[in-house]
């Protein structure tokens, strides 16, 4: 599944699976005033299932499945900075998770919640990343 989410004025998507199996590490962006799409730098790591969530001018990709890892689940996740066009990896979660949610709070915090864990259970917990220690 691709994952989308929005930031100033435009929206962005990312990731997902082809019609092929095949997981992607691709992104684009949305402008609702030129209604076009442009290609964006692909992630470090094709993934699906994923959470985006947007906060201080960055789009995360927080945890999913990962081809890198044989369609498991993943604690990693990326930061995409939009002036230069690039990818990051940053701190990964502490728990193996896919279909979570994330949600950006006060502008210094993305919460994870949920999702499936990596033994197909659903997860009760929720993980903060503070946007600004990066921790």
């Known amino acids: 599944m691709t994952r989308c989410v929005r930031k100033k004025d435009k929206i ?10 095949l997981y992607l590490c691709c992104g684009e962006c949305y402008n609702p005033t030129s209604n076009a ?11 699906s299932t994923h959470a985006l969530a947007a906060c201080k001018g960055h789009v995360y990709a927080i945890g999913g499945c990962s081809k890198d890892d044989n369609g498991s689940r993943i604690v990693s996740v990326e930061r995409y900075d939009r002036e230069s066009d690039s ?41 903060r990343y503070d946007v600004i220690t990066g921790e």
């Open 12 to 21: 962005y998507v990312t990731g997902g699976v082809d019609e092929n199996g």
């Open 37 to 47: 799409w442009t290609k964006i730098s692909a992630m470090k790591l094709a993934r």
């Open 87 to 127: 990818w990051d990896e940053i701190v990964p979660m502490k728990i193996f998770c896919s279909w979570l949610t994330a949600v950006p709070m006060n502008n210094n915090y993305i919460y994870a919640l949920g999702g499936e864990s990596r033994d197909d259970k659903i997860e009760k917990s929720v993980e």
